[in-house]
């Protein structure tokens, strides 16, 4: 019999083998659930993943307890571009092919990424000046400037440059795919000849070019997209694909932008461990414009 000042838990009784909350009730539910428990045979969840090799992966320099963070922060942005490759190259593939609703979810998910790296600056912002110039000796000369797969992105969006290419040339497997995307036709390109497929007049300066060039804005193009775009009914897929790539760079925007502060709050104007000016080479970064007809376009709706 209960007791009326001390009703039973809802949900069943109070005791240490059912109770929300004891000891045993984790176990209970884990036996009803039929969960999995032996994995002598079967792959693991770790297994999948690869765990050892992934978090055996962070080697600390310095005997300073915040190198921890700047290598997480740096390994794990680099696991996202992995991915944002891999949805970029698809997406291409899949332009190329006029498939554009698939396109479309794969170019959406590259500017989710690019938020989620937005927010990743707001973990490494917590080091501080001094807690930085504590391991950046340890650093020597190796900086984001070099990473392989933040430059094959900025050449698939179109940012191509030649000089790029040789802070990998030490590395001919990196080398090879930092290349291939320097020299194939970028996003926007492959968009602007969809276009043509598609009826839209583009110049041909703009259809049969050197890919290795940085893209050029042209008023061919934007007449081309103002014909889309003042008539989104007639053209709605290159419509929504235009908006695809506005969404896209405005993403990349904000993730420059966030990693101008971030370093400007942690090392100030010093010069970056790569060689470069540091904040104010990333500020000079933030002016390239990967679309601009998308943009310029606006004024004249």
Known sequence: ???????????????????????????????EEGAQLDFSRDMSYGDYLHLDQVLSAQHPLSPDHNEMLFIIQHQTSELWMKLMLHELQGAVAQVAADHLPEAFKMLARVSRIM?????????????????????????????GFQSAQYRRIEFMLGNKNAAMLK????????LAGVQAAYEAPSLYDETLRLMQRRGITVPASHLQRDWTQPYAADDGVKAAWLQ???????????????????????????????????VERVIGFKRGTGGTGGVSYLRKMLDVVLFPELWALRTEL
């Open 167 to 174: 802070p990998h040339a030490h590395r001919a497997d990196l």
């Open 115 to 143: 938020e989620q790296l937005v927010h990743a600056w707001d973990v490494l912002a917590t080091m501080t000046p001094p807690e930085y110039s504590a391991i950046r000796p340890y650093l020597s000369n190796s900086s």
């Open 1 to 31: 019999m209960s007791c009326p000042h001390h009703p039973p838990t809802p949900g069943g009784a109070a005791d240490a083998t059912g109770a929300p909350g004891s000891p045993g009730t984790t176990e209970r539910i884990v036996q």
């Open 228 to 262: 889309v775009y003042r008539d989104p009914k007639a053209w709605w897929d290159l419509y929504q694909m235009g908006e695809e790539l506005v969404d896209l760079e405005d993403a990349f925007r904000l993730w420059r932008f966030r990693h101008v502060t971030t």
